[in-house]
């Protein structure tokens, strides 16, 4: 019998303690903390380098008063970065995978953003459910279509993070059976099925660094 291809995706266990915990916390670890002095080591140097440049790129649509976003935008953007590539190692486990954990990003975010802006500016938000110009009959049906649009933002950010993990994870998992079911019988073309899986590992890093980018742009807008 076949195994389950998604129980890759089962938060796993050690006596007893779920060791999503030890991936949600791993990623800290390995950041290296910002040093006082004038000439830094290369990582940190490079570190440094990376957050701002992200940040200038993330904050340059949003006016001054939203770059006080700027420190949790861009811890946001290295938690689901360092998530996402540490992943793709063997024997691994991707927290971001789970639909759970993404909506329990997207969500208060989504609704501190909605939230403030209410706050602040309530003319403007509430404007945005009804564009300028729209015809008398149409502004009924409008104002429910923008506000069910609204409202569906974090489930559009978590579903986009996980659909497109998990159907990165699957497709290389599938490439990888074929390829060691194949060495026995069919060697050349096992080894074309492990190019294309080299090269889908390169596709699956460039998707981890621009879905932890989107979902934190789409955020910040």
Known sequence: MMANL?????SPTYLGIPLIVLALGLPWILWPSPSSRWLNNRLITLQSWFLNRFTQQLLLPINTGGHKWALILASLMAFLLSMNLLGLLP???????QLSLNMGLAVPFWLATVI???????TAALGHLLPEGTPTPLIPVLIVIETISLFIRPLALGVRLTANLTAGHLLIQLIATAAFTLMATMTTVALLTTSVL???????????MIQ???FVLLLSL
Do not use: K, W
């Not at 998604?6 to 089962?10: E, I, L, P, S, V």
């Not at 024997?91 to 995978?97: R, S, V, W």
């Not at 080299?198 to 981890?208: K, N, P, Q, R, W």
């Open 6 to 10: 998604f129980d890759q995706f089962m």
């Open 91 to 97: 024997y691994t486990f991707t927290p971001t995978t």
């Open 116 to 122: 403030i802006g209410m706050r602040n500016q309530p």
């Open 198 to 208: 080299f090269l889908l590992t390169l596709l699956e890093i460039a998707v981890a």
């Open 212 to 214: 932890a980018y989107v």
